[in-house]
């Protein structure tokens, strides 16, 4: 099926257990969590809520419990190498001879994101509200 078909299939679907099984239908393995997730992201309202208007203009939203929600690209000065620990966020990296490129010192990377219930998180006490 098709990237566009399959969206507007899963956009279509009456319920989390709905949009799941639509997932295994085509070979894409959601967690209950997952597809609550991913079911509450396509039924919203219109309207964005205050701290997804933060992320926008270039904050970041928090879940309940305080921890920032990042993505891929984020970038901040609590970062530390995932597999090493470093924090030097110098001009040419943290400088550890990983798999992690010395470019890349941003979330990916770092050993404070997790990934829960659909959402990759920051750990990092100095991002926790």
Same mark, same amino acid.
């Given at each position: 099926? #098709?990237?566009? &078909?399959?969206? !507007?299939?899963?956009?279509?679907?009456?319920?989390? #257990? &709905?949009?799941?099984?639509?997932?295994?239908? /085509? #070979?894409? *393995?959601?967690? &209950? !969590?997952?597809?609550?997730?991913?079911?509450?992201?396509?039924?919203?309202?219109? !309207?964005?809520?205050?701290? !997804?208007?933060?992320?926008?203009?270039? +904050?970041?939203?928090?879940?309940? *419990? +305080?921890?920032?929600?990042?993505? #891929?690209?984020?970038?901040? *000065?609590?970062?530390?190498?995932?597999?090493?620990?470093?924090?030097?966020?110098?001009? *040419?990296?943290?400088?550890?001879?990983?798999?992690?490129?010395?470019?890349?010192?941003?979330?990916?990377?770092?050993?404070?994101?997790?990934? &829960?219930?659909?959402?990759?998180?920051? /750990?990092?006490?100095? /991002?926790?509200?």
């Amino acid at each position: 099926m #098709e990237t566009k &078909e399959l969206l !507007e299939k899963a956009k279509a679907a009456k319920s989390a #257990e &709905e949009l799941r099984a639509i997932a295994k239908e /085509n #070979e894409v *393995d959601l967690t &209950e !969590e997952e597809a609550a997730a991913y079911f509450s992201q396509l039924h919203k309202s219109g !309207e964005l809520s205050d701290e !997804e208007l933060d992320a926008v203009a270039g +904050g970041g939203c928090h879940v309940k *419990d +305080g921890r920032l929600i990042v993505s #891929e690209g984020y970038s901040c *000065d609590g970062w530390a190498c995932a597999a090493c620990g470093k924090t030097n966020r110098g001009r *040419d990296g943290h400088g550890c001879r990983t798999r992690y490129s010395p470019i890349h010192i941003h979330c990916p990377s770092c050993k404070y994101r997790t990934y &829960e219930k659909g959402l990759w998180l920051c /750990n990092n006490p100095i /991002n926790i509200k």
